[in-house]
């Protein structure tokens, strides 16, 4: 079968499809102007921050914030036996309440 012919376009037809390209085109250049913009300003904040760590020694700082995560770790499993515990003393309790009003 041999392959399809187009059919013949017209001059407004053509003005159409070129209009709606160069729309197109122009709102590319724009979201890419965007993006640049966004990756730039992103680039500078981080060297902004970068720049104040110049003067602080980098293993101390991982250092203390192992360390201050040691302690944050063992005040976790003290909450977690405290919140047993708790349970366990307001199960007994409940048990108890349920006793005494059978016998009302």
């Given at each position: ?17 070129r209009k ?15 993006s640049k ?41 003290e909450k ?25």
């Open positions: 079968m041999p392959p399809k012919r187009k059919a013949p376009t017209t001059d407004e037809d053509d003005d159409d499809y709606k390209r160069n729309r197109n085109n122009e709102a590319v250049k724009r979201s890419r102007v965007k913009q966004r990756t730039e300003e992103t680039q500078q904040k981080a060297q902004a921050k970068s720049d104040k760590l110049v003067g602080v020694n980098l293993a101390e700082l991982l250092k203390s914030s192992d360390e201050e995560e040691d302690d944050e770790e063992g005040s976790d499993e977690a036996s405290s919140r047993k515990n708790k349970s366990k003393a307001g199960s007994s309790r409940s048990s108890s309440k349920a006793g005494s009003s059978s016998k009302s």
